[in-house]
């Protein structure tokens, strides 16, 4: 949380990063490795898939592993990134998702560790260009919970698509507890975010980096 007692960006990366079954995206190496924090041994498939600014699949693949408990274990490498491309990851389980990732990458060269360069650091300037696309928004409050499905409706990937709720003269809601945000979503994907702490009459506002934002008033039921 932030001074302000908001959940920030880092709140929900680290969120996701301590899933108890995860893959994750080594950017020096390249490699995607497979983590467990439970005790016994899962039988699991791990998926990649690379995409381009464009929002243009490059490359999948998938891993079939059986991970013994509290380990991880190394899987396969992503080819060589040709610039701003997107890294996604999947942890399935009996053709369940149980874990996801997102990754955004340049094609920078890492300079050592005395360095601000390298694909996770620098070379991101053109997500300042990234294509537009549009979000729909649907909302309702029910039981004290405030619930927001947002549908990306657009042909490019939503990124870093954010909730938030303000009071009538544009102040945030403090005190607002999200179940998720600063989320990724690509064409045809939604994603519901539920809220607890949300006045009813406060001023639903979802946005993305590269979506305009839609704001509307809440109230019960609607």
Known sequence: WDYGLEQGAAFFAQKRALEPLHAQYDYRTRRVLATSDLPEAKRLAVRAELWDFQTKKLWEKTCDVTLPGETTRELFEIPEAKGVEFVRLFVEENGRTVGSQL???SADAYGGKDSMTGPCASGFEPLADLPRTTLAVEKKCDAGKMSVKITNTGDKLAFMARVKFLTADGRR????????????LFPGEE?????EGV??????KVYAWNADAHATRSSAGS
């Open 199 to 204: 006045p009813s009459d406060s001023v639903l």
């Open 191 to 195: 994603k519901t975010v539920t809220a």
């Open 103 to 105: 990754y955004w990458r």
């Open 173 to 184: 809601v403090k005190g607002a507890i999200f179940d998720d945000n600063y989320f990724t």
